[in-house]
């Protein structure tokens, strides 16, 4: 069947395991997830960390990344992400660390669990079961237990929202605008869903078929959900995206495209952004269009929704998602499977027998 945007049948031809449903149903999910966070019983802390963390990979990690944006902006702690097989040598006892695995079998992130245990650090546990829920109930740490049965990618409301939940409860940041951030992704879902004609997510798709794509963040908070747009290209579009974010690029990649048509003859780019930014920063992004040339790519502009920092960040991660959906249908790939990670961990489980 050729690839129909605007019809539903056209969009599930390749899609037998529901990624659409599961994109359609993100706003839900997030409403459930913070529910989940908000009933978790969680005792104060007894003074403020040195330092949070959320330790993850892939999906699971995603939701650090919009964590970390709200302690830099509102925070009294420093928060970092942790996607690797280590605890930094500095966190001790005093200090929090957020154990976030959807499935609870994520090799790195449980290594970081008996570093952090050995740390003196306080655990929190986000995941759905498996050695996460089995170590943390056994070594007696909170373990908030979301829904399981879909791939990580499509759980970042469960995987996000008890987190926000949580560090709210425990006054690690400013109460927060919930019904706001939800009534955004509502919007975007109208706008851009499947029964929304030829609508922008739709035509965006279109035009990164068969190109080198990437993608900017026109800002810190922008950059990290450049690197999710990215991660949901490549998972679910079977599709090299490559992220970056200002002023960062405009110091090094800028001077990338000098011959970049020696490389690749077609490139697609995106610019994520929410209309706050300082002249000097939509200077840098004109400037740097401008320099790399509409012959080489045409820079697509997408602007994110709301008031508040977590309005901004759901509504701009959510058109990403619709747009990976409608290029894995152009693509003609299935958006669910991940043949190369899951060969991957297999020859990895093979080291532990």
């Given at each position: ?46 003074a403020?960390?040195?330092?949070v963390?959320?330790?993850?990979m ?30 930094p040598?500095?966190?001790g ?19 970081v669990?008996?570093?952090?245990k ?9 995941t759905?079961?498996?050695e ?5 109930t ?12 879909q ?10 929202m ?10 690690l ?6 019904a ?26 279109a ?11 026109l800002?810190t908070?922008?950059?990290?959900i ?5 991660c ?13 974010a ?5 110091h ?7 011959a ?17 930014e300082?002249?000097?920063m ?26 508040t ?45």
């Amino acid at each position: 069947m050729a690839a129909d945007l605007n019809t539903r049948d056209s969009m599930k031809a390749l899609d037998p395991k529901g990624m659409l449903e599961l994109i359609e149903g993100f706003p839900a999910q997030c409403r459930e997830g913070l529910a989940i966070g908000m009933s978790a019983e969680v005792s104060d802390l007894e003074a403020r960390p040195g330092v949070v963390a959320l330790s993850g990979m892939g999906g699971s990690a995603a939701g650090g990344d919009f964590v970390r944006a709200l302690f830099e902006e509102h925070g009294s702690s420093p928060f970092i992400v942790i996607r690797d097989y280590t605890l930094p040598n500095y966190f001790g006892v005093g200090d929090l660390v957020f154990i976030a695995s959807y499935s609870g079998n994520t090799e790195e992130t449980l290594s970081v669990y008996e570093a952090a245990k050995h740390s003196g650090a306080r655990i929190i546990a986000v995941t759905s079961g498996g050695e996460v829920e089995k170590r943390a109930t056994e070594d007696g740490y909170l373990v908030v237990k979301v829904p399981g049965g879909q791939p990580p990618r499509a759980s970042l409301g469960y995987m996000l929202m008890p987190v926000i939940a949580l560090c709210q409860k425990l006054k690690l940041i400013p109460e927060q605008d919930y019904a706001a951030a939800f009534d955004r992704l509502d919007e975007v879902s109208a706008e851009y869903g499947v029964d929304a004609p030829d609508n922008d997510a739709k035509k965006l798709a279109a035009e990164m078929v068969g190109k080198v794509g990437v993608c900017y963040g026109l800002g810190t908070y922008k950059g990290y959900i450049a690197n999710r747009w990215r991660c949901q290209f490549n998972e679910n579009a079977k599709y090299l995206l490559f992220n970056n974010a200002f002023p960062e690029l405009c110091h090094n990649e800028i001077m990338g495209w000098v011959a970049a048509e020696k490389q690749a003859p077609a490139y697609a780019g995106i610019i994520l952004q929410d209309g706050t930014e300082s002249e000097n920063m939509k200077v840098r992004a004109d400037v740097t269009a401008k320099v790399i040339g509409e012959d080489k790519a045409h820079f697509h502009r997408v602007d994110a929704r709301g008031e508040t920092l977590l309005e901004r960040m759901l509504s701009l991660t959510f058109i990403g998602d619709w747009v990976s959906i409608y290029l894995a249908r152009l693509n003609e790939v299935d958006p669910t499977e991940i043949e190369n990670i899951d060969t991957l961990k297999a020859e990895l489980a093979k080291l532990g027998k």
